[in-house]
């Protein structure tokens, strides 16, 4: 059993507590969900938990945890009774390939060779990852990657799993993969603490809530007591209904298009969508990736674009906004090769988005022009994402849920004929999930074509209006 | 993304596959005695020696390229030294026998090194570098330094991929030469954060894994094939030789 | 402390500050390769522009791991992974290691790393400049029948420590505004 008691911490230089008098325990074979909106202390609980206070987290911390009595030791002999999955599972790997990676972590348990290759053999049976052993930890998709990790944090038979935002980029696929995995091991005994805001796919695995709000427990109780619309949105909740795609208009892929776009005129070629006509690409040496693609992107709406991983949907947007050269066929716009310049993307990593020593100044340097004339216009966007009040902090000091809405709000800046938005909304919490999905439409309804590529089903009903499938 | 591992793996394979160890021993002997030697019959030898091993190792597509790159830099280095040598009198080269010396040094350590820079592969390298007992205080960061460098290459293109996004219509290589501190802040800054955060996450992991500078993490003995003997054994050969020549030739 | 334990670097330095140091090694070997092949070799302004980039994460690294032997081992890592991966001379590694150290123990005898974040910035111009001294009398070593070529091994080490001074501003800057975003303690 994990207790937790009185857990209050504040980080280095920060007079504001990030967690304050957290208690709460967790039984064995059971799942807790540890919910809330971005900075409200999650990954910092689930970081002390997985004992990385003192060494990795810096400031002052009271109260204490214990596992079956047994306070925090050494790391290390910590961490192998209680496991801890990063939201990004390949800053965990050390080692080159799948089984090395297994093998490794075994043997920094001093597990005899002999007796650790053995127990590689059954973490590749058991988790399926026999085929792709030889991988390339850094070739595997994403679900892959959580797999290796699981079965290598398993290995060790840890008595608790910390998981902090395991479905932050999974597809629905390996979404449903992971959720039977975590059931088998809860089945098995093992406690898990799963730091989410997507909550619909763990209703058959935690059956308690735990709600953080400003570091502090607002909410406790099952899925249930959260049923409510109004009561979900007082606590800044997502959906608990597995999200189903709204009915949406489809766009077809891979069609002849209606028309010829070589022959547009008069209004029709004014207000024309973007068209993608017959696109392939494929990396030099590699398989295809898209195969004679077309489509249109109708200016003035959302447009999702969906599809399981490796599906060639992050190529696509590369190809619209030029920053890869399909081997045939083109993008175009009003009848003419659609200019790269006039596009905008945003990418899923905001740490290579953010350049400035300020939030403003980061606005101001997208926004261009005299820093002067433009602050009003920079305050005026950065309030818009809820961000005006940490205009003057550091970009890389924020949260990830705030730099995520500081790339977005910095994309949106300059006005543009196609928007690109990738997996925006990967860490965001209710609120700020319908904060986002309102300023996608609001900049749409402006004139571009905006296209999101994400995973997201709560997102694409909320914002977007047209939908495509690859894949 | 695109591994480093995987594309170095997929090159060139020659005649004969010889194990990590080899081809490093090779490199260290082709930069010692190529140094020790000074007359043009023993470097002659060690130079046709490596360039066998070179052939065995690597296609010859491969080599030729590197050939290539090779002859255009080595002949704009002899072409500078030459007009160099016309300016200070005093450093012109006794004999054209003694001025192809330095690039016969140079020939010997290029050949040994194709084969090694052609043929590293991360898992390989990191289980080689278990096998070589090296101190843990060496062996640890070593590792990580392998391990990284796909990753760091990643970042470095979706930082380029990043900045061509954001700064493309701003008026291209001139908007850049005007604005150096802008140019250091947009490629460097995140590159520094990048690498302070993967520091701190490594860092983390390795500790949460019970990683120290002790953990024996080889999964694979070290098994020297007959290839890697023979080779060895001509390599010892030809350094032999090289000796025998030049106290014949002095 | 056992042999073995000495042998693994024990109490020297933890697990974190070894995996820090190698990171950062890789870091600035890379880059430094990337921004040669970008640009090429022999062209001026790389050679300027990555010894800027490697001295001003070196500066960095000091600042996140200030303890003496921080810039030596990493200084080995370096030149160990540039043997490991392109063969690289290992003749100038000992020199390597012995002039580095000598630096560091040089400012920890006025007062060590932790007492100025100047004397970060001056154990990496100090070390830099004797890992290039070594380098030469390597470089010597190749060339000896020839010694004109010799000069333009000579230009280039002066464009790169030119880069050098370039980086350890740029570094001074980038860990004060580091420090500024809470990513250096």
Redesign the interface.
């Known amino acids: 059993m994990l207790k937790v008691k009185g857990i209050t911490f504040a980080h280095a230089h920060s007079q504001k507590k990030a967690l304050e008098d957290v208690t709460f325990m967790l039984l064995e074979g059971q799942g807790l969900l540890l919910t809330g909106a971005s900075g409200s202390g999650k990954s910092t609980l689930l970081s002390i938990l997985a004992g990385l206070y003192p060494r990795f987290l810096h400031g002052e911390l009271t109260g204490e945890f214990t596992l079956d009595g047994v306070g925090q030791d050494d790391v290390a002999v910590w961490s192998s009774r209680v496991g801890f999955m990063t939201q990004n599972p390949e800053i965990q790997f050390i080692a080159g390939n799948v089984e090395d990676e297994l093998y490794l972590t075994l043997r920094c348990r001093e597990i005899s060779g002999q007796k650790a290759k053995v127990l590689v053999e059954d973490r590749l049976k058991v988790f399926g990852l026999e085929a792709i052993r030889e991988n390339s930890v850094f070739q595997l998709s994403e679900g892959q990657k959580q797999k290796v990790v699981l079965a290598s944090l398993t290995a060790l038979k840890p008595r608790v799993l910390l998981l902090d935002e395991p479905s932050a980029n999974l597809d629905p696929v390996s979404l449903e993969e992971l959720g039977r995995i975590l059931k088998v091991l809860v089945s098995e005994g093992v406690s898990l603490l799963i730091a989410d805001h997507r909550l619909a796919w763990l209703r058959d695995i935690t059956k308690q809530i735990l709600v953080l709000d400003g570091g502090k427990i607002s909410f406790v109780g099952d899925f249930e007591s959260i049923k409510g619309k109004e009561r979900r949105k007082e606590l800044g909740l997502r959906e608990i209904e597995k999200p189903v795609l709204k009915d949406l208009e489809r766009i077809e892929v891979g069609k002849a298009l209606p028309y010829d776009p070589k022959n547009l005129e008069g209004p029709l070629k004014e207000n024309s969508s973007i068209i993608v006509e017959n696109i392939s690409f494929s990396y030099p040496g590699g398989p295809a990736i898209l195969e004679d693609i077309s489509l249109s992107l109708p200016s003035g709406k959302v447009t999702a674009l969906i599809g399981p991983s490796g599906r060639g949907k992050t190529t696509l947007a590369k190809i619209l906004c030029g920053l890869e050269k399909p081997l045939h066929g083109q993008v175009l716009f009003a009848g003419e090769p659609f200019p790269a310049d006039e596009s905008q993307v945003v990418l899923q990593n905001t740490d290579h988005q953010l350049y400035m020593s300020t939030v403003l100044g980061e606005m101001l340097l997208a926004l261009g022009g005299k820093k002067t004339a433009q602050a009003c216009k920079a305050m005026g966007i950065l309030e818009l994402f809820n961000l005006h009040h940490l205009a003057q902090r550091h970009p890389q000091s924020l949260s990830g849920g705030e730099k995520q809405r500081l790339v977005v709000a910095v994309g949106l800046a300059r006005p543009t004929r196609l928007l690109v938005l990738d997996e925006p909304t990967s860490g965001l919490d209710g609120h700020n999930l319908t904060l986002m999905a309102e300023e996608i439409k609001k900049t749409a309804s402006s004139g571009p074509s905006v296209v999101i590529i994400t995973h997201d089903l709560e997102l694409i009903n909320l914002s977007s209006e047209y939908l495509v499938e690859l894949g | 993304m695109q591994d480093f591992s995987s594309k170095l793996s997929n090159s060139s394979r020659g005649l004969v596959e010889l194990s990590c160890e080899t081809r490093l021993l090779l490199t260290l002997f082709a930069s010692i005695f190529s140094l020790i030697f000074s007359d043009v019959y023993s470097l002659a030898i060690l130079l046709f020696a490596s360039a066998v091993y070179l052939v065995l190792e690597t296609r010859l597509k491969t080599i030729v390229i590197v050939y290539i790159i090779f002859a255009f830099m080595a002949g704009i280095a002899m072409l500078c030294a030459h007009l160099l040598g016309y300016v200070l009198s005093g450093m012109r080269s006794q004999s054209p026998i003694q001025a192809l010396l330095p690039m016969m040094r140079l020939m010997i350590s290029v050949n040994t090194i194709i084969p090694l820079a052609i043929n590293a592969r991360l898992s390989g390298m990191v289980n080689s570098l278990n096998r070589l007992k090296l101190p843990g205080i060496i062996k640890l960061p070593l590792l990580i330094t392998i391990r990284f460098i796909p990753t760091f290459l990643n970042d470095l293109r979706q930082l380029r991929v990043a900045i061509r996004v954001r700064f493309r219509g701003r008026g291209g290589f001139f908007f850049w030469v005007i604005r150096p501190f802008l140019w250091w802040r947009v490629f460097f800054m995140p590159l520094v954060v990048r690498l302070i955060r993967s520091a701190d996450e490594l860092a983390m992991a390795a500790e949460l894994k019970g990683l120290s500078s002790d953990t024996d993490f080889g999964r694979e003995k070290l098994v020297f094939s007959k290839a890697d003997r023979l080779v060895i054994l001509l390599a010892l050969y030809s350094i032999m030789a090289a000796f025998l020549a030049r106290d014949f030739y002095a | 402390m056992s042999i073995?334990?000495f042998?693994?670097?024990?109490g020297?330095?933890e697990?974190?500050?070894?995996?820090?140091?190698?990171?950062?090694?890789?870091?600035a070997?890379?880059?430094a390769l990337?921004i040669a092949l970008v640009g090429g070799?022999?062209n001026p302004l790389t050679m300027i522009l990555k010894s800027a980039?490697y001295s001003?994460?070196l500066v960095?690294l000091l600042a996140?791991v200030p303890k003496t032997g921080t810039l030596t081992?990493?200084n080995?890592?370096?030149a160990?992974?540039a043997?490991?991966?392109?063969?690289?001379?290992?003749?100038a590694i000992p020199a390597l290691v012995i002039g580095t150290l000598l630096v560091e123990l040089f400012i920890k005898a006025i007062g060590g790393l932790e007492r100025h974040p100047g004397y970060a910035i001056l154990t990496v111009a100090l070390s830099e400049f004797v890992i290039r001294f070594i380098n030469l009398g390597v470089s010597y070593?190749?060339?000896?029948?020839?010694?004109?070529?010799l000069?333009?091994v000579v230009v280039v080490v002066a464009f790169s420590y030119l880069g050098i001074i370039v980086g350890l501003v740029?570094g001074y800057f980038?860990t004060r505004?580091?420090r500024?975003?809470?990513?250096?303690?």
């Open positions: 073995r334990s042998w693994d670097g024990k020297l330095f697990t974190h500050e070894l995996v820090t140091i190698g990171l950062f090694a890789a870091g070997k890379a880059s990337v070799g022999m980039v001003a994460l960095v996140k081992l990493a080995l890592v370096g160990l992974l043997f490991f991966l392109m063969g690289q001379s290992m003749l070593l190749m060339v000896r029948e020839q010694p004109q070529l000069v333009m740029g980038m505004e580091l500024h975003a809470g990513l250096l303690q």
